[in-house]
């Protein structure tokens, strides 16, 4: 229930918000961490350690990355902010922490919405600089637009990236947003025809067919691939058919021309205008998916201000309808 995870958070330490029952907001991380479309049922993925308060203050205090679960927005390029030698990859790879969990705060908030801001100087090594940013993130509940017999919920996810300063030559930081979904479902994206993906790293499992990707996130071996801006439709979906609630997510957001795209694999920093990614967990983080985007970049002298509009729902009930949810959602994309 949304009021228990409420009381571990608060003996945490972290006191959370709550938009109207629906949707649980923590500043600290800048995580949606439930969406609930009926009492009781969370759609996304959260660590098992927020079941109790002692494990909950542990997990959070932690010194190196917390990954309390849920949606987030992170910077890239993950080459650039994550990573100092690309020649070792996973042994130099780190979650700066100017980004996450940051030094959020709660500007504005109401019953429906709650407003977070960030200043933020994460490191980009690829250029060696420093880069002063500022990030506002708009939590909003919107209508979740469920038919009858299954219940609903859905949240606006409105962001402002801005340089807090001159961009240095060739900086080009942009924003990273994903959410986590538990294990065990299966991952949809709807894509142009004859899609090309690129392996980030690992061996993806994903199968694609009638213009759709589909990847059950149930693997012992962590992958990811990434979708070039001309493959993408501005969509993507998790259907969970297990467990006492069967649960559906959808995940809308904007796609422009390739151009405005930071975003790189490790293997091939030329290979630019990734946009949209998919990740499926070993299950030694948690064993969860991911389903990610970017946004277009800001540009030194041309661009210091980006706004962004995502908006995720969720959906509960019976597992037919929800797939009769998923189609039609997915066919209106396709279109």
């Known amino acids: 229930m949304i009021e228990e995870l409420s ?3 608060r003996s945490a330490g972290k006191e959370p918000v709550v ?16 969406l609930y479309p009926a009492p009781g049922v969370n759609t996304l993925w959260r660590s098992d350690a927020l079941d109790q308060a002692d494990t909950a203050s542990a997990l959070i205090g932690e010194p190196g990355w917390v990954n309390t679960g849920g949606l987030r927005g992170w910077i890239s390029p993950e080459t650039e902010t994550h990573v ?27 019953d429906g919405s709650v407003t977070l801001e960030c200043a933020m100087t994460p490191h980009f090594y690829r250029h060696g600089v420093d880069v002063p940013l500022h990030l506002r993130r708009t939590f909003s509940l919107i209508d979740a637009e469920a038919p009858a ?13 801005s340089a807090a300063g001159p961009l240095p030559d060739g900086v080009r930081p942009a924003l990273w947003n994903l959410v986590q979904v538990p294990g065990g479902g299966e991952i949809v994206v709807p894509v142009n025809r004859d899609p090309d993906p690129v392996t980030m790293f690992g061996e993806p499992g994903f199968q694609y067919a009638d213009d759709r990707i589909r990847w059950r996130v149930e693997t012992n071996v962590s992958s990811k691939i990434s979708l070039r801006a001309p493959d993408c439709r501005g969509c993507m979906a998790y259907l969970s058919e297990s467990g006492p609630a069967p ?22 920093l030329t290979d630019t205008g ?26 030194p002298g041309e661009r210091e201000e980006l706004t962004d509009h995502g908006e995720l729902r969720a959906y509960t009930g019976p597992v037919e309808m929800l ?13």
Do not use: K
């Not at 938009?19 to 439930?34: I, K, S, W, Y």
């Not at 017999?149 to 990236?161: C, E, M, P, Q, Y």
């Open 19 to 34: 938009l109207g029952n629906q949707a649980l907001v923590l500043p600290f991380g800048c995580r949606v961490l439930g």
């Open 323 to 335: 797939r009769e949810v998923l189609d039609e959602t997915i066919t209106r994309h396709l279109l």
């Open 84 to 110: 100092s030698d690309l020649d070792g990859f996973w042994e130099t790879y780190e979650v700066p922490r100017q980004v996450d969990p940051g030094a959020y705060r709660v500007t504005a908030s109401d």
């Open 247 to 268: 649960t559906l997510l959808v995940y809308r957001f904007s796609v422009h021309d390739a151009s405005l795209y930071s975003d790189v694999p490790g293997h091939d």
């Open 149 to 161: 017999g299954v219940h609903g919920a859905g949240i606006a996810i409105d962001s402002v990236l």
């Open 7 to 9: 009381g571990v958070l």
């Open 274 to 299: 990734q946009v949209q990614q998919v990740y499926v967990d070993d299950g030694s983080l948690g064993g969860f998916g991911e389903l990610e985007y970017h946004t277009p970049a800001l540009e």
